[in-house]
T-cell receptor
Framework: KNEVEQSPQNLTAQEGEFITINCSYSVGISALHWLQQHPGGGIVSLFMLSSGKKKHGRLIATINIQEKHSSLHITASHPRDSAVYIC?????????FGTGTSLTVIP | DVKVTQSSRYLVKRTGEKVFLECVQDMDHENMFWYRQDPGLGLRLIYFSYDVKMKEKGDIPEGYSVSREKKERFSLILESASTNQTSMYLCASLGGTAYEQYFGPGTRLTVT
């Protein structure tokens, strides 16, 4: 049983395309994180959401608490956006992680 | 601006060796976590600690133990390393009112 489901698992896009990655969860949460991991690299937190929408540069994250769903959007995608994007939800002091979406942006 | 550090980026050990992985955070966070990350399986929780000297088993604690003698340091111990423990190990800390979470850079462990 996976508390967090992400889709798609793999995504290839042409440079400049608008990208959406989806995350659905089944537990009550206090916060949701979108994380980014480059090949061979550590993990960095892009966003922490508990409601609504946040924007940082070309990245936008939204969350719908009632529907238990979040999306990460990348506008005007670039090859340097190629990475694994992971959705993680916080409940109490525990994290539950999705298995990640591997994004490749082709020049 | 270092927040979470891990003792090694790459480590190669032999089967049966005792292995120590150390994690240090400088944010005074109460909660610290050890995960392993394997292709297709995502991040899996090994152990976590919510206070000094407190520890809780995660999803896959078998073959591992932990130690948290000081708030800033959380150690993962492989008592007798086996080849199926070859993996990327990630430490994280969580704290603050905004559920701030930070990951260390990871340790890629190979057991031969």
């Amino acid at each position: 049983k996976n508390e967090v489901e992400q889709s798609p698992q793999n995504l290839t896009a042409q440079e400049g395309e608008f990208i959406t990655i989806n995350c659905s969860y089944s537990v009550g949460i206090s916060a949701l994180h979108w994380l980014q991991q480059h090949p061979g690299g550590g993990i960095v937190s892009l966003f922490m959401l508990s409601s609504g929408k946040k924007k940082h540069g070309r990245l936008i994250a939204t969350i719908n608490i009632q529907e238990k769903h979040s999306s990460l959007h990348i506008t005007a995608s670039h090859p340097r956006d190629s990475a694994v994007y992971i959705c993680a939800v916080v409940t109490g002091n525990q994290f539950y992680f999705g298995t990640g979406t591997s994004l490749t942006v082709i020049p | 601006d270092v927040k979470v550090t891990q003792s090694s980026r790459y480590l190669v050990k032999r089967t049966g060796e005792k292995v120590f992985l150390e994690c240090v955070q400088d944010m005074d966070h109460e909660n610290m976590f050890w995960y392993r990350q394997d292709p297709g399986l995502g991040l899996r929780l090994i152990y976590f600690s919510y206070d000094v000297k407190m520890k809780e088993k995660g999803d896959i604690p078998e073959g591992y133990s932990v130690s948290r003698e000081k708030k800033e340091r959380f150690s993962l111990i492989l008592e007798s390393a086996s080849t199926n423990q070859t993996s990327m190990y990630l430490c994280a800390s969580l704290g603050g009112t905004a559920y701030e979470q930070y990951f260390g850079p990871g340790t890629r462990l190979t057991v031969t």
